[in-house]
């Protein structure tokens, strides 16, 4: 004779519903045990602040330069929005310049200080480096310096401009 309820018997040799219940049961602890601290770790995380060096500054000023310089030469290609895309690129690129000076004069005076501590420091090997350093730096930052502020100073910014700032 069959019946249509379910019978206690049944349930307790069903192992994959006692098994699914288990791992919901377990899942649901885990979630409410850990979460909390999930969350407190992120919050943590998330308002450490890192203090970044001048040169640090200096280097993700840069790449932020040349990712807006790409994204720009490469939206100049359609003629009917070039203009309004130059312009962009402009206001962008002045926002960014002033960070950019600041930082490459901290840069300077980081670079001249290191220098300067390693007098103390009997390696010739680590002072030839830290004056290789100081030389590239004032090599190629005042074409950068230069190309950016011609940008920023002439009438219209042209693709020539641009694409001569990501070329240092």
Known sequence: MTTK???IDDIRQSKKLFSSITYSVLACFIFVFYSP???A???VLENKQVTQTNSEKLMGGLVNLE?????????????????????SYKGNLSILYSKLQKYAQ?????????RDALH????ENAKEH???????????????????????KGEATNI?????SISC
């Not at 310089?69 to 203009?83: G, I, P, Y």
């Not at 901290?106 to 290191?114: A, D, I, N, P, W």
């Not at 020539?160 to 001569?164: F, G, H, N, T, Y």
């Open 37 to 39: 601290s999930a969350l």
């Open 130 to 152: 830290q004056g290789q350093l100081i030389n590239s730096f004032d090599k190629h930052w005042p074409m950068i310096d230069r190309n950016l502020n011609e940008q920023l």
């Open 106 to 114: 901290g840069t300077r005076k980081e670079l001249v200080s290191s």
């Open 160 to 164: 020539e401009s641009v694409e001569a």
């Open 5 to 7: 309820y379910i019978k």
């Open 41 to 43: 770790l992120r919050y």
């Open 67 to 87: 990712g807006i310089t790409r994204e720009a030469l490469f939206h100049l290609k359609d003629e009917r929005q070039k203009s309004k895309k130059l312009e």
């Open 120 to 123: 103390s420091v009997e390696s």
